[in-house]
Nanobody
Framework: QVQPVESGGGSVQSGGSLRLSCVVPKSDAYRYCTGWFRQAPGKEREGVAILNSDNDGRTRVADPVKGRFSVSQDNAPRQITTYLQMNSLKPEDTAIYYC???????????????????WGQGTQVTVSP
C-alpha cells in the first residue's frame, strides 16, 4: 500500500523556516516519482517540487518558491523519504502541504497534480506577518 505520510508542519513568523518530511512506502516492482503540492484556502492545488525519486534523482522546484525552498530525499529499498526545506517563509506560503507519489517509467518533472495517484493527508503550514 502506497500511503504517503507527511510531518513537520506548523506555525512560524514571516522569514522563518520549516522542514517537512514525507515517508512513502514502495514496492520493489515499480519505480516512483514523488512530489510536494500545496493548497491555500479558495485556491487550486499547486505544485511546489517534484522528484524523479527512482530514476535519475533530478528535482524541479516551482518558480514561486525557487531560491527559498529546496527538496531532497533518502531512497531506501522499501521506502522513500522526501524532505521539503522551506526558508524565508512568507504569509502567502500559508497552505496545506501534501506529499504525493506515482508509479513512473520515466521522468515526471513536468507532471502536475493530476498525474499523481497516491496522496498523504496533508500538513498545515501557517506563516504569520
Amino acid at each position: 500500500q502506497v500511503q504517503p505520510v507527511e510531518s513537520g508542519g506548523g506555525s512560524v513568523q514571516s522569514g522563518g523556516s520549516l522542514r517537512l518530511s514525507c515517508v512513502v512506502p514502495k514496492s520493489d516492482a515499480y519505480r516512483y516519482c514523488t512530489g510536494w503540492f500545496r493548497q491555500a484556502p479558495g485556491k487550486e492545488r499547486e505544485g511546489v517540487a517534484i522528484l524523479n525519486s527512482d530514476n535519475d534523482g533530478r528535482t524541479r522546484v516551482a518558480d514561486p518558491v525557487k531560491g527559498r525552498f529546496s527538496v531532497s530525499q533518502d531512497n531506501a529499498p522499501r521506502q522513500i523519504t522526501t524532505y521539503l526545506q522551506m526558508n524565508s517563509l512568507k504569509p502567502e506560503d500559508t497552505a496545506i502541504y501534501y506529499c504525493a507519489a506515482a508509479v513512473t517509467y520515466g521522468s515526471c518533472l513536468a507532471w502536475g497534480a493530476t498525474a499523481f495517484d497516491y496522496w498523504g493527508q496533508g500538513t498545515q503550514v501557517t506563516v504569520s506577518p
